[in-house]
């Protein structure tokens, strides 16, 4: 089937499109240069037209998500929508039933969303939740920096046995890039202690987060893989984080990037979260400007927002001794989930206020690192979604984030406390971005940084992926109309995945399963087989379950999109 | 003929029972918010939820409708007869006046925002859970969870008043964080279970356990108590003390509780028929 | 227990199968084949090995319909579906219970006919473990796989529970005979603690017995939660326990370095149910600010959890989710199984995989003798007495693949040893079948 998407005002920064009235054609689910005359045109003239928005970090699918959904029946009973002649009922606030994550993305434009956490153990629970959440194509990230084999060879500094186990665990969870959280820490949360700084080994492994984060970084750029590692480092959430944050970026800044797509060899995510200053929660200042200043004079780092949004939502993360901090702070209730030889993770509600001092600075804190990194093919749109609110709310972030008016408003009239101006220099900052610069922290950025040669644009040979909004670049001013930004990015007049209109007038009007999209490295295997077998016995001995039924069958990933990766390259 | 409530004009709707249906009506759509301006046919035109299907409500009712009703304020629905089996009454009302001339099945009242709400038989399950305003009245008794939150939310009742005339069931209270709750009669255990706010007066005895993990808010009981918990530490027995604006006269135990949360909840034990606690 | 030899007339063996009997699925279970039939299994405790071994005596082999005269009669399938679809598609209040001794993978077109038909879905959670989830909704869930227990653990509470008779290889395989990373000794590492007002077997084996009385379980965890405070005890006795006793086990609870309490239906059904669970969670969360604690419930069915899962995934909602309004709605006590069959709202009933004719009150019973009842099950059991609809499935784990949730949340992928019996139906097609009967009547009725 071939189709004409006529004469939109195209935003493209991959290829440099700039607001260009122009049609973009696709056929059989692919962007191409030409179409017959037989081409089915669907009018757009004079609208906004983006490549399909890219999510470079969510947890949407899984275990904690899933002991989200069970705990909090008074989150899910918020957003509660019948079933329609095509969509399923719909559930759930901050942390939506699967079906509707899908038609919420996919009516917001958006065509891939990564899952930013995925222990092994479990794996085939993200699949299944995967499975259940239809319209968006989804990468798993699978969780490493806690591992007892990883932080045994980046003791022993075996790089290679790493590299070839990182290889056989992405094949066997059906993951796509390495992600980090808290390394070290959560392994210490397993005795109820935590790790502080990249330096403080974790209780008896007797390694650290500089050791398992340069072993990791090395081991992905061996493997070539198309993301960098994915890093959440350790000191969430703590004030005066912000030196641990940069030490933990810069002890690894001498490795060698292998890819010749993406830029970065680390990627820092929810950075609004590590870029705390001070001693306290009452001396807490904004530590981004030094953050920021690093990111801008390297280019191995690239970064996400986390942006708060000033919701009652729900935590969650492998961060599990965080969790337990947070519920010590809240009183709210608190579930806990660590995974044997693996991981940690926790959940708390949260309720961020705007009449909170500490919630409004950290609000004004993800505003600045948008602002204070120059390049905006370094810095993506997140709220860590659910962690600093739920992603429903990314079209308010654009609209904040395109419009000085609107932030000094809300500073000026008291939607968000003294403190988001006293302690952070977000006042002073009146850059605004523009539809170039939304398209690029949506679409064009995280598809460099994950390596998607095949999304995040609209080149011919791209995947159709395509979203057009019900704004007319030419006859709108983005300055002074928040509330009417906020409205389009929420409501694409068209989603159109793999060549097929899935949204129209902000409605879903078509189903289609997601593709887990994953990274299978090939010229490895032998590697991977040695490895296999030199661990299999420790394997047998504390895991509880037989390898056999650990890994993630076929049966649980239909269907996929498998980036192959030739590691002797 | 219009009805009349002071120098306030009435709308009265008197729904007469004509048959039972053991799969339960339900009732949210038939609040004074939604039916003030209805006309007879309007009523007769409407078809009631019942199980997953919708039937007419002339299956069930008589409907008698006398009066003009401008605002939900002017509204008096009765239910004269037995809605043992009719849930949500009064579902989420935010003004007017419900009467049931008998039982009132699970959720009466529940989410209610304001107006009042007499039942003049037994009420189910979550009667006023989730309450913000107005007024409930059980003639009768309540079973459980009277006033309580949604399971999983920790902010419960909220604001309004409810009275049972007999005894409360299990849980009562649950999650309480506002408003006041009256029970004339006994109590099951557990009231003011995760209570944070609000205060809650129990005339009648109390098997076990009132005030289990509560965080603050003040419980009264006038009846005698069999078990009390460790989480509760003695402070003072005070003569003639006020309570939440209110006045007891007498002599009461007081203890502050429960201790496992940090609590600084108030428990008011009569101390003439509590003395077996000292 | 008499001498029973080997079993060494068998054609293959199927490694790593999964047992389907209780929450522990034990996944390294060897069953032995010979002619497409089991003839021994190997690792798997006696209760999993007694149901894995076929009993085919009992086994329901044939769709069967109840005639006018009230006996069960052999019908084809398209009869059968074509009588349980109807009944489905022509109900005001239809109740879809079970599911717990099925895969995941029926459950998927199970829910789909709920959402069509407006029917609400519950599992027997509804009768078991549905207060732990309401005390897990009201206060938190600190858990953990149960190999964090095996590798770290050293001090271990049994409540509630029996795992000895109920789950008879918890013990050794998961939680205090094996040597984990961290307690190399095994069982000599661990101090493992029973509370329980019965000296079960368990007990027997505890270092340490603690038998508060029938109904004081809240009594007796508000009690160390006073005393983690600082409090001095008043009374003399709490919950039937020695004050000084309570001092001692709080002690050692703060003094572990990774402690685990696991719970069974004894703290859920006994006086004040959920609240039971509610305190136990939060004295493991204050435990939390001294030491290392997690708790876990003991679930029962291999695929109870699972249940709860998938609902949770796919609508939000764990258990006892009615779909009558068109919308999924979760109201324990309203939508929830048992109320719905009390109350004699339910007027079909459909049990998949799961056995109320045995486990449900007199007056939920009394309710099913009146109501039409559609059985999908493999074995003929006191349900199927009650069933005008009989639909002979298959057996997950050992005739049909599928997935489970352990009792920790660890999903499987359980396989299969054997071919099923050409009559019997997988239970994923007998749901989906009824799926599309269903579909075509409605859409018949437009």
Known sequence: ?569 | MQANRGDVNVKQITLTPIKFSSVALEFDELIPDEIYSWSKEDFEKYEVPVGNSRFPLTDYYDIEVEGEAQSPEEVKMIIDGDAGRVKYIGGKMGAGEIIVNGDADLQAGAEMEGGSLTINGNAESYCGREMRGGEITVMGNVREYAGTSYIGEWRGMSGGKLTIHGNAGKQLADAMSGGEIHVMGNCDILAGIHMTKGFIQIDGDVTRWPGGQMKNGAIVINGRLERLLEGFELDAIVTDPEVEGRQFTGKYIKYIGDIGVNGKGTLLLNAEKNRHHL | MAYEPPVTDYDEIVENCTCAFCGSNCDDVDILVKDNHVVGVRHACRLGASKIMEDEDQRLTVPMIRDENGELMEVDWDTALDRAAELIAGAVRPVFYGWSETSIEAMKPGLELTELVGAVIDNQATICHGPTVQAVQNVGYPLMTLGEVKNRADMVVYTGSNPMNAHPRHLARYTTFPKGFFRKRGRFDRTLVTWDPKYSDTAKLSDIWIPFEENGDYGFCNAIRAVLKGKELKQDFISGIPKEDIVALTEKMKNTQFGALFFGLGLTHTLSKQRNIDIAIQLVQDLNKYTKWVLLPMRGHFNVNGFNIFMAYEMGFPYGVDFCRGYPRYMIGETTTIDLLNRKECDVFMVIAADPGAHFPGGALAHLVDIPVIQIDIHWGPSTELADVVLPGTFIGVETAGTSYRMDSVPIYMKKAIDPPETCREDEWIVNELLQRVKKIKEASK
């Open chain 1, 1 to 569: 089937m071939e189709y004409i998407l006529k004469n939109g005002i195209v935003y493209d920064p991959i290829n440099e499109i700039n607001g260009e009235k122009k049609d973009v054609m696709f056929k059989d689910g692919k962007i191409v240069n030409s179409v017959s005359d037989s081409a089915k045109v669907i009018d757009v003239t004079d609208k906004l037209v983006m490549p399909a928005g890219i999510d470079v970090h969510c947890h949407l699918a899984g275990p904690k998500l899933c002991v989200g959904r069970l705990y909090r029946p008074e989150d899910e009973r918020r957003g509660v929508k019948p079933k329609t002649d095509i969509t399923r009922a719909e559930t759930g606030f901050s942390i939506p039933n699967c079906p509707a994550t899908g038609y919420r993305f996919s009516r917001m434009g958006y065509g891939t969303v990564v899952e930013a956490a995925v222990p092994p153990l479990e794996a085939k629970h993200t699949h299944e939740e995967i499975i259940a959440i239809p319209n968006i194509d989804i990468p798993p990230l699978t969780l490493f920096g806690n591992n007892w084999f990883i932080m045994q060879f980046a003791k022993e500094g075996r790089i290679d046995d790493i590299a070839a186990f990182v290889s056989a665990w992405l094949k066997i969870t059906k993951g796509y890039g390495v992600k980090i959280v808290n390394p070290c820490g959560s392994e210490a949360w397993g005795w109820g202690m935590n790790v502080h700084g990249i330096d403080d080994p974790a209780p008896y492994w007797d390694v650290t987060a500089r050791e398992v984060i340069r072993a990791l970084a090395q081991a992905n750029e061996m493997l070539g893989l198309p993301h960098s590692i994915h890093v959440h480092p350790n000191d969430l959430g703590h004030p005066g984080n912000f030196p641990t944050t940069i030490n933990s970026i810069d002890c690894m800044k001498d490795i060698k990037k292998n890819s010749e797509y993406r830029n970065q060899t680390i990627h820092l995510t929810h950075a609004q979260f590590h870029c705390y200053d001070g001693t306290s929660w009452r001396d807490v200042t904004s530590g981004v400007e030094p953050v920021a200043d690093y990111i801008n004079k390297h280019d191995h780092v690239t970064a996400d927002m986390g942006q708060v949004t000033l919701d009652e939502t729900t935590t969650m993360t492998a961060d599990g001794p965080m969790e337990y901090d947070l519920y010590e702070l809240t009183g709210l209730k608190w579930a806990n989930k660590d995974i044997e030889l693996e991981t940690a993770s926790g959940l708390v509600p949260f309720i961020y206020s705007g009449r909170n001092p500490v919630h409004s600075l950290q609000w004004a804190i993800g505003l600045e690192l948008a602002l204070m990194i120059e390049d905006p093919w370094k810095i993506c749109l997140t709220t860590d979604s659910p962690n600093a609110g739920p992603f429903i709310r990314y079209p308010r972030v654009m609209s904040w984030l395109m419009s000085y008016q609107r932030r000094a408003e809300m500073m000026d009239n008291k939607e968000v406390h003294a403190w988001a101006g006293r302690k952070s220099a977000l006042g002073t900052l009146d850059r605004e971005y523009d539809f170039y610069d939304i398209a690029t922290i949506t679409r064009a950025g995280p598809s460099k940084i994950y390596g998607f040669e095949d999304r995040g644009h609209l080149g011919a040979g791209a995947i159709a992926d395509i979203a057009v909004y019900d704004l007319e670049p030419n006859n709108f001013d983005p300055t002074r109309n928040a509330a009417a930004v906020e409205k389009a990015f929420s409501n694409a007049l068209y989603t159109i995945k793999d060549g097929q209109v899935l949204v129209k007038d902000g409605e879903i009007v078509k189903i289609v399963s997601s593709k887990h999209v994953r990274t299978e490295v090939e010229g490895f295997e032998d590697e991977e087989k040695r490895i296999l077998e030199e661990i299999m016995p420790f394997f047998n001995r504390y895991y509880t379950i037989k390898f056999e039924n650990y890994v993630v069958h076929d049966h649980y990933a239909e269907p996929s999109s498998v980036y192959k990766v030739n590691a002797s390259k």
